[in-house]
Every structure is written in structure tokens, then in C-alpha cells.
């Protein structure tokens, strides 16, 4: 670094202010969501923010909308060091790092509040070291909020019979395949960015996502039922490629994680904002919301208790502990 800052000072000043080109550590960031949508907004604010306090060292660039690839395919990347960070939904991690999948089971968390209050501590932070020390070359920082999942399909499904036999579309995770064929559906992995045809070709019947997805992925033109399952609740960890990591100096490391953690906090707030604004603008656009009994609600739980039971087995102590968080 010392060597940069010593060829930086005999540079003309033009190049030095077009800034990336002398950074040390020049950071892709790669987001499957659009711009404007509340986490890539909070992590275009981390970058900034880490490109000033790093007076320039460090280089940010994000690539919103998915350009880079699926998420899946950003994560070989990421591993790879290719792109150097990204978020990424936690069911995407599971078979990468399958201790995760405790947060990936259906009806895990009690509600919205309960994950908040879950990733918001101890466990939280154990889950991101899971990942990190793990043989996966990835660190991970901070998570952000990726909100409640529910049901979104052509037809309506007013209760769990109506989901017999529909192709619904899961993120390419087997907790989450089998998940829906519990509940009598047939889940069908594929990518964010395969969705919006599938559904309007009739290759699926639904999916499932939270509202702010639903809208702002277009799925809500095909699939105008919305039924309020509640079965998962994903947070969604950053990541940066080890690779990248061990390349900082210790400040650099300290600066990089506590602007991840403040962006959890500010997507927290955009996330609130953007999920009633999205519920909102859908129900303009013609989305039925179909609420469930306490009793209709409680079938899905129950269909899912093998998956619970198979994939938390050797978790039983953890997910002791996440019942107990209040
Ligand atoms: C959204 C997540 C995104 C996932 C997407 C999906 O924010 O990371 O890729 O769901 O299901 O809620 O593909």
C-alpha cells in the first residue's frame, strides 16, 4: 500500500480522480434485485461509504438486476473470487453450507420479529461464522432482511387441498422441494431470472416470494392470488469472497464489517417501507390477498413436520434455542 501511495503521488491528478483505478482492493458487488429495491440501495450506501473511508484504497462497484448471473451461479463466483461480493438469499447457501438449513426450515420462526430478533443476536452471529469457517471461501458480514414468504400462484389456493398437484417454483434447495410436495404441491427449482416466463408459459403454477419480489419481479402480471402462508422467513447474508478478505489490512477488515452491520440496520427500515408500498401497489394492480385461518394456517405447519424433523435432526439443541428467543 505504501508503494501505491508513493506512485499516486507522482500520477496526474486526472487519474487520480477517476479514483477505482488506483484502488487496492476493487470490490464487484453482485445483486439479483433491481435498483431502487431496499437492499441494493443499502449496500450501493455500504460502498460509498467504504470507497470514502478507505480514502479510495477500497473500490466498489455494484451490478443490480441479476447481470452477473443467478444467484447460484454468483456464489461459485463469489467462491472463485471472480466477483468479490454479494447478498444472497439463505436458501441458496443451504447446499453450500448445510448447517444454514436450520434457518431455511419451514415455520422455524414464530414471525417477522422473531427472525429479526434471531439474526439481531448470538445465534445470528453464529450462523454467519458457520458460513464463514466453513471450507467455502466466503465471509460473511452482516444479513439483511429479506422478509416473509408466502404463496403466489394462478389459481386461487384458499386452502391447503387447493395446492394439490400445482408446479411451484422453489429456490434450488431440497428443503425447499420438499417443503411444497409436503404441503401436495410439486416444487420445481430454477433461478430468480426464470420465473416471470415460467409462469407465464405455464411451465409452473406459482411460487413463492415475499411482496416487495412479487411486485418488483414482475411475477404479480401472472400470478394474482397471494396466500399468506407464512412458511419461510429468509435472511439474507452479504458475503465477500475470502480471497478478497485476506487481501485488507486489519482496519480495512474492521471498516468493511461495520459498514455491512450498518447497512443491515438502514435495509431494515427501507424494507418496512418498500414491503407496504408493495402490498399496497399489488392490490392496486388486482392481487388478491388470501389471509388464512388460524386453523388453515396451522395445515401447512403440520404437513411440514417431516421436513422439520428430517433436515433439524441434528439441530434439535439450536432450534431449542431459536424457540426461545422472545
Ligand atoms: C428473494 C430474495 C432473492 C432470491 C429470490 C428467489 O431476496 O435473493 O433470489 O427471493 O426466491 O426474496 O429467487
Given at each position: 500500500?505504501?508503494?501505491?501511495?508513493?506512485?499516486?503521488a507522482?500520477?496526474?491528478?486526472?487519474?487520480?480522480?477517476?479514483g477505482?483505478?488506483?484502488?487496492?482492493?476493487?470490490?464487484?458487488?453482485?445483486?439479483?434485485?433491481?435498483?431502487?429495491?431496499?437492499?441494493?440501495?443499502?449496500e450501493?450506501?455500504?460502498?460509498?461509504?467504504?470507497?470514502?473511508?478507505?480514502?479510495?484504497?477500497?473500490s466498489?462497484?455494484?451490478?443490480?438486476?441479476?447481470?452477473?448471473?443467478?444467484e447460484?451461479?454468483?456464489v461459485?463466483?463469489v467462491?472463485?473470487?471472480?466477483?468479490?461480493?454479494?447478498?444472497?438469499?439463505?436458501?441458496?447457501?443451504?447446499?453450500?453450507?448445510?448447517?444454514?438449513?436450520?434457518?431455511?426450515?419451514?415455520?422455524?420462526?414464530?414471525d417477522?420479529?422473531?427472525?429479526?430478533?434471531?439474526i439481531?443476536?448470538?445465534?445470528?452471529?453464529e450462523?454467519?461464522?458457520?458460513?464463514?469457517?466453513?471450507?467455502?471461501?466466503?465471509?460473511?458480514?452482516?444479513?439483511?432482511d429479506?422478509?416473509?414468504?408466502?404463496?403466489?400462484?394462478?389459481?386461487?389456493?384458499?386452502?391447503?387441498?387447493?395446492?394439490?398437484?400445482?408446479?411451484?417454483?422453489v429456490?434450488?434447495?431440497?428443503v425447499f422441494?420438499?417443503?411444497?410436495?409436503?404441503?401436495?404441491?410439486?416444487?420445481?427449482?430454477?433461478?430468480t431470472?426464470?420465473?416471470?416466463?415460467?409462469?407465464?408459459?405455464?411451465?409452473?403454477?406459482?411460487a413463492?416470494?415475499?411482496p416487495?419480489?412479487?411486485?418488483?419481479?414482475?411475477h404479480?402480471?401472472?400470478?394474482?392470488?397471494?396466500?399468506?402462508?407464512?412458511?419461510?422467513?429468509?435472511?439474507?447474508?452479504?458475503?465477500?469472497?475470502?480471497?478478497?478478505?485476506?487481501?485488507?489490512?486489519?482496519?480495512?477488515?474492521?471498516?468493511v464489517?461495520?459498514l455491512?452491520v450498518?447497512?443491515?440496520?438502514?435495509?431494515?427500515?427501507?424494507?418496512?417501507k418498500?414491503?407496504?408500498?408493495?402490498e399496497?401497489?399489488?392490490k392496486?394492480?388486482?392481487?388478491?390477498?388470501?389471509?388464512?385461518?388460524?386453523?388453515?394456517?396451522?395445515a401447512?405447519?403440520?404437513?411440514?413436520?417431516?421436513?422439520?424433523?428430517?433436515?433439524?435432526?441434528?439441530?434439535?439443541?439450536l432450534?431449542?434455542?431459536?424457540?426461545?428467543?422472545?
Amino acid at each position: 500500500m505504501d508503494f501505491t501511495r508513493k506512485l499516486t503521488a507522482a500520477l496526474p491528478l486526472a487519474l487520480l480522480l477517476s479514483g477505482t483505478a488506483l484502488a487496492d482492493v476493487k470490490i464487484k458487488f453482485a445483486e439479483v434485485h433491481p435498483s431502487g429495491y431496499p437492499t441494493v440501495v443499502a449496500e450501493q450506501e455500504m460502498g460509498n461509504k467504504l470507497v470514502k473511508d478507505s480514502n479510495g484504497d477500497i473500490s466498489f462497484k455494484m451490478f443490480a438486476g441479476g447481470v452477473l448471473g443467478s444467484e447460484k451461479e454468483v456464489v461459485e463466483q463469489v467462491q472463485a473470487n471472480a466477483i468479490q461480493m454479494t447478498r444472497v438469499s439463505l436458501g441458496i447457501v443451504g447446499p453450500v453450507v448445510p448447517d444454514v438449513n436450520v434457518f431455511n426450515l419451514p415455520f422455524v420462526f414464530r414471525d417477522h420479529a422473531h427472525m429479526r430478533k434471531v439474526i439481531d443476536g448470538e445465534i445470528g452471529q453464529e450462523m454467519l461464522d458457520k458460513i464463514t469457517h466453513s471450507e467455502f471461501n466466503l465471509v460473511a458480514l452482516a444479513w439483511m432482511d429479506g422478509g416473509t414468504r408466502n404463496l403466489y400462484t394462478k389459481k386461487p389456493v384458499r386452502d391447503i387441498a387447493d395446492l394439490k398437484g400445482m408446479k411451484i417454483r422453489v429456490q434450488g434447495n431440497p428443503v425447499f422441494i420438499d417443503t411444497i410436495n409436503a404441503m401436495g404441491g410439486n416444487g420445481i427449482a430454477m433461478a430468480t431470472g426464470e420465473i416471470f416466463s415460467a409462469l407465464q408459459t405455464g411451465v409452473i403454477d406459482g411460487a413463492e416470494n415475499n411482496p416487495p419480489t412479487l411486485l418488483e419481479h414482475n411475477h404479480y402480471q401472472s400470478a394474482k392470488y397471494y396466500t399468506l402462508t407464512e412458511h419461510l422467513i429468509l435472511p439474507e447474508p452479504v458475503v465477500m469472497s475470502k480471497a478478497t478478505w485476506n487481501t485488507l489490512s486489519p482496519e480495512q477488515k474492521t471498516l468493511v464489517k461495520k459498514l455491512a452491520v450498518e447497512a443491515q440496520a438502514e435495509e431494515r427500515v427501507l424494507w418496512d417501507k418498500k414491503s407496504a408500498e408493495s402490498e399496497t401497489k399489488l392490490k392496486a394492480a388486482g392481487v388478491e390477498f388470501i389471509t388464512l385461518t388460524p386453523a388453515q394456517k396451522k395445515a401447512f405447519y403440520d404437513a411440514t413436520a417431516d421436513v422439520r424433523s428430517k433436515y433439524g435432526a441434528p439441530y434439535t439443541d439450536l432450534i431449542k434455542r431459536i424457540e426461545a428467543v422472545q
